[in-house]
RNA sequence: UCCUCAGUAGCUCAGUUGGUCAGAGCACCUGACUGUUAAUCAGGGGGUCCUAGGUUCAAGUCCUAGCUGGGGAGCCA
């Protein structure tokens, strides 16, 4: 019988009734069971969840090549497709040959057909892609990534590429990561005795980029709307389930969006990832509520069906104060508010997505749009069930010298902002953005509870392995 | 960074008051079984009890410090 030289992904043919025909599929063994007379493989090459079940006739195979197919091995497989006697699958191919890429020796290979503890996996996590459990949240990651360009890209954003390296200590959103080529062993001093960075690669302190957003807004003044999709880095020492020293964000920026405008887009974008995710990743999802969460499409679909709550920071607190419920922190306003009482606006009081607004001036980022009242500005914070902040963003102040007051008031080097300040200076307008954790995002949507499970390989204090 | 819990076989864990305490299940190996579904059944091999000190006649067990991991908090997305 003539052997097939294409490669069939095993995502077309579980679901395939192309009955009686011969295929090739390559892919990574996940166990093998049966006899001395029948084995059956079960093998995944990454397109889909599911395994694609092999019936090799042991009798018809050398019996050192089989033995050499076991848990982690790879294979390429060709055969017939059949419908399935057994119950676990609808169809299975037929062995007719086996050819093995390369062997795992099962004493070493750290991966069992049993299930392993999550913390362990990360602990391989060179590997654990090649689990049921990283293989869907990886392909669920991927597809959000998509449908984050095609919102943005049908709905007339534009993809901008803001620097990752950045020379401005301006961002204001916690510590930096330095990048130099010095010798940090033996610096060049000035002679003062100070580290001369005037010798340094780009003649100046630089540091890895913790947001897009003030380039952003400069894309925003001139392309009108644009979004931001890149590696963000954070050198605070978060040791928590939902801090990563380097995470993906999105930040869109648009010009003659006001604070509303920005909570309809927000809204709006966040339900179509989730009813994308819904639509196009069915059986992951399946997967991962059937293993680790009972609630997840659940959850999923009630974001998707009701309209966030809108409330202002004000009316948050008086809700809070006014629920009776007691909290390690009490709450006033002027506060930020701690983890306790966001959970218990979004989980107790409203049971639905929340969007804050107007917050205290104090508690925000310079940048932010002030309110007539004097005290507040237009920030918007997206709470989400169980992961809290998912966004966070603001109308912009564009009035300049409301800015370069508020730039004066908390003393930041206004030497270092003269191209942002130039957008107040030259045909400013309202605009807004927001900042999307891509890895919070993911939490919410694969029903992960640690952040390092949802991105290939985690980056956290003391830990940049692989 | 703070609080808290944990670290014993490849994995998940048990180990009582400090005294036969080196244990189980799974994985792996060998054998059995003509269609399995985390296959099943029988047998076997497998240990720096996280590290370094200390207390004690005696430490997996108690004390101190450190390392690593989990959970909570802060910072935030």
Redesign the pocket.
Known sequence: MEQPQIRTKISELVYSDAFGQNFLVKGWVR?K??????A?I?LNDGSCIHNL?V?ADVAAFDEELL?NV??GACVAVCGKLVP??????SV?L?ATSIYLYGKAD??VY?L??????L??L?EIAHLRPRTQTFGAILRIRHAMAFAIHKYFNDHGFFYLHTPIITASDCEG??AMFQVTTLNLSEPPRTESGEVDYAQDFFGKPANLTV?GQLEGELGAMALGAIYTFGPTF?A?????????SE?W?IEPEMAFYEIQDNMDLAEDFLKFLIAYALEHCADDLAFLEKMYDAELTDRLRFVLDNRFVRLSYTEGVEILLRSGAKFE?PVSWGM?L???HERYLVEQHFRCPVILTDYPKEIKAFYMKQNTDGKTVRAMDVLFPKI?????GSQREEDLEVLQRRVEELDLPQKDLWWYLDTRRFGSAPHSGF???F??LLLFVTGM????DVIPFPRTP??ADF
């Open positions: 166990t069971r049966g006899n001395k007379h029948v059956f079960a079940q019936v033995r076991t848990t399935s006697q057994g119950q676990g699958q299975e037929q099962p004493d750290p069992q057909k049993k299930g392993h503890s913390e362990f990360r959103a916690g947001s954070r605070e020492n978060s040791n928590t389930p939902r801090h990563l995470f964000m922190f930020d701690q983890s306790e809290g902040e998912i966004i966070g900042g999307l954790g890895e919070r509870v640690n952040i390092r003391k830990n």
